[in-house]
């Protein structure tokens, strides 16, 4: 007989072949055929064997999480039912509030200044977006990369990323900070982002619903064009700078 499952977790080829090696090594299982890509998992078997035995052979590795297919969907359905009931406000309003206090505050630096100065309150507000956002991310680092190599093109063929790039958020919002090696600060979040609006575009075209990992696994943020505007809001703004910079 076989039974098909759903196996979450599952980024990349060692991750595929550990779930296949532990679930064959239960007793009575004969052959596991694993679509990584969806999670789908097929499993023969001589006799009826229960779910939690199958679970229990995953509990070496807790993020590899294994449910019976119809329960599966039937959480998944009622989590985006729950979600596309939300109003826009409820759906975005930490990020908005996280976009106001980072905006309010760099604005009111520049009071304490004789003259407005752009470049400044630009140093400022990437400060805090770099840093608050890399809060959020190092609060379930796990997580964020299980979100994050869900679409990021880096991250996909390489988990590690996610966890690099937390850090490299931090690193730039202490950078712009104290005005460290401007240019070069510049160029790195030039890059950095628009390598990721690569994968947070591709995803928005394709209307996939997943989760947007730009606050970490805190808040269930659906990624939507608000992730794109805020990608290119971080690239105009480095792009401005680096321009400035250099001429």
């Given at each position: 007989?076989?039974?098909?499952?759903?196996?979450?977790?599952?980024?990349?080829?060692?991750?595929?072949?550990?779930?296949q090696?532990?679930?064959?090594?239960?007793?009575?299982?004969?052959?596991?055929?694993?679509?990584?890509?969806?999670?789908?998992?097929?499993?023969?078997?001589?006799?009826?064997?229960?779910?939690?035995?199958?679970?229990n052979?995953?509990?070496?590795?807790?993020?590899?999480?294994?449910?019976?297919?119809?329960?599966?969907?039937?959480?998944?359905?009622?989590?985006?039912?729950?979600?596309?009931?939300?109003?826009?406000?409820?759906?975005?309003k930490p990020?908005i509030?996280?976009?106001?206090?980072?905006?309010?505050?760099?604005?009111?630096?520049?009071?304490?200044?004789?003259?407005?100065?752009?470049?400044?309150?630009?140093?400022?507000?990437?400060?805090?977006?770099?840093?608050?956002?890399?809060?959020?991310?190092?609060?379930?680092?796990?997580?964020?990369a299980?979100?994050?190599?869900?679409?990021?093109?880096?991250?996909?063929?390489?988990?590690?990323?996610?966890?690099?790039?937390?850090?490299?958020?931090?690193?730039?919002?202490?950078?712009?900070?104290?005005?460290?090696?401007?240019?070069?600060?510049?160029?790195?979040?030039?890059?950095?982002?628009?390598?990721?609006?690569?994968?947070?575009?591709?995803?928005?075209?394709n209307?996939?619903?997943?989760?947007?990992?730009?606050?970490?696994?805190?808040?269930?943020?659906?990624?939507?064009?608000v992730?794109?505007?805020?990608?290119?809001?971080?690239?105009?703004?480095s792009?401005?700078?680096?321009?400035?910079?250099?001429?």
């Amino acid at each position: 007989m076989t039974h098909t499952y759903k196996v979450s977790g599952m980024t990349c080829a060692n991750c595929e072949a550990t779930v296949q090696k532990l679930l064959t090594s239960v007793p009575g299982v004969t052959k596991v055929n694993i679509d990584r890509g969806t999670g789908d998992t097929e499993i023969s078997m001589h006799h009826h064997i229960p779910t939690s035995d199958l679970q229990n052979a995953l509990q070496s590795h807790p993020k590899y999480q294994l449910v019976e297919k119809d329960v599966h969907m039937a959480v998944q359905s009622s989590t985006f039912e729950a979600e596309e009931n939300k109003t826009w406000w409820q759906t975005y309003k930490p990020i908005i509030l996280i976009f106001f206090y980072i905006t309010a505050a760099s604005t009111l630096v520049q009071f304490f200044n004789s003259s407005f100065n752009w470049m400044i309150w630009m140093h400022h507000f990437m400060a805090g977006f770099f840093l608050a956002f890399s809060f959020f991310k190092l609060l379930d680092l796990n997580g964020f990369a299980d979100s994050y190599s869900t679409y990021d093109i880096v991250a996909k063929r390489w988990r590690g990323w996610a966890y690099v790039y937390a850090f490299i958020e931090l690193g730039l919002g202490l950078a712009y900070l104290t005005s460290f090696q401007p240019v070069v600060t510049y160029l790195v979040t030039f890059v950095v982002m628009s390598v990721s609006l690569v994968g947070v575009m591709q995803s928005v075209l394709n209307k996939r619903k997943i989760q947007c990992a730009c606050l970490g696994a805190v808040f269930n943020l659906p990624m939507s064009t608000v992730t794109i505007v805020e990608n290119t809001l971080m690239i105009l703004m480095s792009g401005i700078m680096l321009v400035m910079a250099i001429s």
